[in-house]
């Protein structure tokens, strides 16, 4: 498994953007489907968005697209969301989480076997 450790959160207005980052350790990184997902108080976990092993495909939740943009640097270990046009409703506990693939499985559902301690992410009105 891999460990992974995210940053970045904090307190934003409605309309501004934040950058979260999640550190991975180990060397094999690369070969991780990285993805994105966050809970809201009193909701369950959701999806937000997830990456392929060579940052080539993405997939975004509804509710984010347009709006959030994955992306990561296997030299540096490292997967982001940059989160633009932010609304209270994004407001939520963000994890970032890895999964060994194959991307098709990753899409039907497939468990996400490491996750990170989780980044709070607050909007304001």
């Known amino acids: 498994q891999v460990q992974l450790v995210e940053s970045g959160g904090g307190l934003a207005q409605a309309g501004g953007s934040l950058r979260l980052s999640c550190a991975a350790s180990g060397r094999t990184f690369s070969s991780y489907i990285m993805g994105w997902f966050r809970q809201a108080p009193g909701k369950e976990r959701e999806f937000v968005t997830v990456?392929?092993?060579?940052?080539?495909?993405?997939r975004y939740a509804d509710s984010v697209n347009g709006r959030f943009t994955i992306s990561r640097d296997n030299a540096k270990n490292t997967v982001y969301l940059q989160m633009n046009s932010l609304k209270p409703e994004d407001t939520a506990v963000y994890y970032c989480a890895a999964n060994e693939g194959p991307w098709a499985a990753v899409l039907r559902g497939s468990d996400f076997g490491s996750w990170g301690q989780g980044t709070q992410v607050i909007v304001s009105a």
């Open positions: 990456i392929s092993d060579d940052g080539g495909r993405t």
